[in-house]
C-alpha cells in the first residue's frame, strides 16, 4: 500500500479540524503584517511553516520509499505542526473578538459624548 504524501497531508488536515480554519490562519496572517495587529506566539506559526516547507521539499532525511518509517516521519511532523497551528488561530480568533469589542465601545463613548 503506497500512499503519497500529498493524500496523507490531506488526512491529517482533516483529522483536526485545520480546514475549516484556513480561513482564520489567513486572516491571522494578514493581521500579523499589519502595524498594531496580532502578536502570536511565533513557535506556533514559524513551525508549522517549516513542516509545510519539508513536506512539499523533494528532499526528505528518511526518504518515502523506506516502508512505513518514510512516511512516518511526515505523519509524526504534522501531528506536531496542525495543533499548534489550530490553538493559535483558536487564540486568534479570541484575540479578534475581544478587538472588535473593544473597538465598539470606544465608539460609543465617542457618540455618547
Do not use: C, Q
Not at 39 to 61: A, C, M, Q, T, W
Amino acid at each position: 500500500m503506497k500512499l503519497s504524501k500529498i493524500a496523507l497531508a490531506k488526512e491529517a488536515f482533516k483529522h483536526k479540524g485545520f480546514i475549516k480554519k484556513i480561513p482564520v490562519i489567513i486572516r491571522m496572517i494578514k493581521s500579523v503584517m499589519s502595524k498594531g495587529g496580532y502578536k502570536p506566539e511565533y513557535k506556533n506559526v514559524i513551525l508549522p511553516g517549516l513542516v509545510f516547507v519539508y513536506l512539499i521539499s523533494p528532499l526528505d532525511i528518511l526518504p518515502d520509499w523506506i516502508p512505513v518509517i518514510g512516511v512516518l516521519d511526515d505523519l509524526a511532523l504534522l501531528a506536531l505542526a496542525i495543533p499548534m497551528l489550530v490553538s493559535e488561530a483558536e487564540k486568534f480568533v479570541a484575540w479578534e473578538a475581544s478587538s472588535t469589542m473593544n473597538n465598539n465601545k470606544i465608539a460609543e463613548a465617542e457618540i455618547i459624548s
